[in-house]
């Protein structure tokens, strides 16, 4: 697929993505950046909209994507069984730093979702290779996931533009509050909201939205 195709199918996600309300009064709404890499040491193509959305693209431009992630997946995983990866120990370190770190919110203005469609986000999340950025804050939101109404936002309020490592940092944050918003819960709720904050000044918001 060409630079027109990949550049019409963003133009669209951009503009969908503009009709989008700020998750907190007063902040404004961008559209997320992925730099994903579209076969495994492939090239690497910037995509916008939700992961949702980018995977839709990521599987236009390479049908064969869901089948190549399996296998270096499964390869991966055979070598890892023995002797992590110096990327799989400085990942496990900085999860912890990260997250133990983090302060949390579970309800209050931010309406109760699905925890089943807020855990299949999470998954999109893990799918896909690359690396999210976003604009210069403070208080600039994006929407990263969305569908069946669960949305999962993340917001930055650092000065700075911020690129992640991963789309699974963001992943991260969502999971670590399912963990304090339902897996902590007696007993556990079908559906929540809540808000994780990380110290690096950014932060990541799961509510009910329109999608």
């Known amino acids: 697929m060409n630079k027109a195709t990949i550049l019409a199918l963003s133009t669209l996600v951009g503009r969908v ?16 950046e992925w730099e994903v890499e579209l076969s495994p040491g492939g090239r690497t193509v910037t995509l916008n909209g939700t992961i949702e ?9 390479n049908p064969n994507y869901e089948q190549q992630s399996s296998t270096v997946t499964t390869s991966s995983s055979q070598k890892q069984s023995s002797t992590p990866s110096k990327v ?21 203005k931010w309406q109760a979702t699905s925890v089943r469609r807020v855990r299949e986000g999470i998954g999109y999340l893990r799918r896909v290779r690359g690396r999210p950025s976003s604009l210069a ?23 700075q533009p911020k ?7 963001i992943a991260d944050g969502a ?8 897996e902590w819960m007696n007993p556990q709720p079908e559906a929540f909201g809540g808000q994780a904050f990380h110290p ?12």
């Open 175 to 182: 999971q670590f509050l399912v963990k304090r918003c339902v």
């Open 88 to 108: 799989a120990q400085n990942a496990s370190v900085m999860l912890a730093v990260d997250w133990n770190l983090a302060t949390s919110l579970c309800g209050g």
């Open 53 to 61: 959305e980018v995977y839709q693209q990521v599987v236009q431009l």
């Open 137 to 159: 804050g403070p208080s600039r939101c994006g929407r990263v996931s969305c569908a069946y109404n669960s949305a999962i936002w993340w917001c930055n309020d650092d000065l």
């Open 200 to 211: 690096s000044g950014w932060n990541v918001i799961i509510r009910k939205d329109e999608c």
């Open 163 to 169: 690129a992640l490592s991963s789309f699974a940092a």
């Open 17 to 32: 993505m503009g009709l989008v309300t700020a998750p907190i009064d007063g902040y404004d709404v961008f559209t997320p």
